[in-house]
């Protein structure tokens, strides 16, 4: 069974203070991973696609990188703003079955106090 | 703004009755999705359908049922509702949702369904 697990539950940091959000997954035939930033009650908010192992991209203060086993999510100089939740996923292709379904890990509450 | 929309945002209803929860997806897209989130079960992938026909099913239970429209917008029908059944349910869209390639699913703001 595909597992995403992300850690920590809830990171609180200082505005400024760098960190970096971790999702492990243990899939078979990745097709790619998925980061989502949710505030509450609101619905996901598509931030990355990472396809291979060793690719990286980057939007503002977010980069996220993939190794064959976990991604990291690296927030830099972090704002207030950038409170939410941050969701990991994973889409897999297991001989056509699977289609778009995505598989959620449970989501890194980030809280940044100015 | 992510171009999907869902109706209604909030729903209070009484065990044992049966709601309707509406999406339209983004224009272009033929695949919907549907998902729900609860605090302790997190995001779940219920059913999706691509261009009118079902693709895939999840966690989906026999009480639920959804269909995609010939104009694509798709509705998600709870019956017999219990009080687990309270949480927010997404509804997704992306181009394609093929076998083989990959394409990003973009969420609408959500239908909280509170079951009392």
């Known amino acids: 069974e595909d597992q995403v697990t992300q850690s920590p539950e809830a990171l609180r940091l200082q505005e400024g203070e760098s960190s970096s959000l971790n999702c492990s997954y243990t899939?078979?035939?990745?097709?790619?991973l998925f980061w989502y930033r949710q505030d509450p009650g609101k619905g996901p908010e598509f931030l990355f696609t990472l396809y291979s192992a060793g690719e990286e991209k980057e939007k503002e203060r977010l980069k996220a990188t993939l190794t064959k086993k976990e991604s990291f999510l690296h927030i830099t100089a972090p704002k207030p703003e950038d409170s939410a939740t941050y969701l990991c996923a994973v889409q897999v292709g297991a001989g056509g079955t699977s289609y778009g379904k995505l598989t959620f890990g449970q989501g890194t509450i980030l809280t940044v106090h100015p | 703004d992510s171009g999907v929309t869902q109706t209604p945002k909030h729903l209070i209803t009484a065990t044992g009755q049966r709601v309707t929860l509406r999406c339209s997806p983004r224009?272009?897209?033929?695949?919907v999705y549907w998902y729900q989130q609860s605090l302790d079960q997190g995001l779940q992938f219920l059913i999706q359908?691509?261009?009118?026909?079902?693709?895939a099913k999840g966690n989906i239970l026999e009480r639920f049922s959804a269909q995609q429209f010939p104009d694509l917008h798709s509705e998600l029908n709870l019956s017999s509702l219990e009080l687990g059944d309270s949480a927010l349910y997404f509804c997704?869209?992306?181009?394609?949702?093929?076998?083989?390639?990959?394409?990003?699913?973009?969420f609408g703001p959500g239908t909280r369904l509170t079951v009392l």
């Open positions: 224009s272009g897209d033929l695949s």
């Open positions: 997704a869209s992306s181009v394609a949702g093929s076998a083989s390639g990959t394409d990003t699913q973009y």
């Open positions: 899939v078979s035939g990745l097709r790619g």
């Open positions: 359908y691509y261009n009118g026909e079902e693709r």
